[in-house]
């Protein structure tokens, strides 16, 4: 059964930095795209950011982009977003999802449960 | 900035069929949009109805597919249940690596 466990959510002050991470399993990790997808209390989906299947090609949200890594190490199965420079707008919700396929224009379709980010003074 | 729209609110009767819509606010969704809708409801993670166009991500229901109509693309849900009564969310490729989602569609049922 292919499994997504995010971690690494809790409260920190605005400016300060944190690194989600999500640790895969069930399936063949380094074979499919990866994406950080987030959601602000109340508010909708938002695609955050994705990496390919080798890690050699990576894309970012707008909202986001100079101030979040997205990361990956196959060898540990295991997804990461380095978050830098946070503020209020970024506390939610971060959800993992895999892909469908090895690149970045393949859409995502199996989720984990999320972490929780909190940005608060 | 793409933007991409959504119907904010819908309502069916249990039973009915209901159709939602996703659109790009300047130009046309195609299948290289590789639209995909997703349903989620208060506390819970989303889950995957449909993806590339029409296909049903595993375990959904038949009730559920997806097509494009026109220049935007649909979720068709017939014989709608209470408990489809959530929010629905699409979500677009815009090149490049980037993906955005529309703004969510509560669905009512009643």
């Known amino acids: 059964e292919v499994q997504l466990v995010e971690s690494g959510g809790r409260w920190v002050q605005p400016g300060t930095s944190l690194r989600l991470s999500c640790a895969a399993s069930g399936f063949t990790f380094d074979d499919y795209a990866m994406h950080w997808v987030r959601q602000a209390p109340g508010k909708g989906l938002e695609w955050v950011a994705g990496?390919?299947?080798?890690?050699?090609?990576?894309a970012y949200a707008d909202s986001i982009k100079a101030r979040f890594i997205i990361s990956r190490d196959n060898a540990k199965n295991s997804l990461y977003l380095q978050m830098n420079s946070l503020t209020p707008d970024d506390m939610g919700f971060y959800y993992c999802a895999k892909g469908v396929g090895s690149t970045w224009d393949d859409v995502f379709h199996i989720w984990g449960q999320g972490t929780k980010v909190t940005v608060f003074s | 900035q793409t933007v991409v729209t959504q119907e904010p609110s819908f309502s069916v009767s249990p039973g009915g069929t209901v159709t939602l819509t996703c659109g790009f606010s300047s130009g046309s969704v195609s299948t290289s949009s590789y639209p995909s809708w997703f349903q989620q409801t208060p506390g819970q993670a989303p889950r995957t109805l449909i993806y590339n166009t029409n296909t049903r991500s595993s375990g959904v229901p038949d009730r559920f597919s997806g097509s494009i109509l026109g220049n935007k693309a649909a979720l068709t849900i017939t014989g709608a249940q209470a408990d489809d009564e959530s929010h629905y969310y699409c979500l677009l490729y815009v090149g490049r690596g980037i993906w955005v989602f529309g703004g969510g569609t509560k669905l009512t049922v009643l």
């Open positions: 990496v390919s299947w080798k890690g050699g090609s990576r």
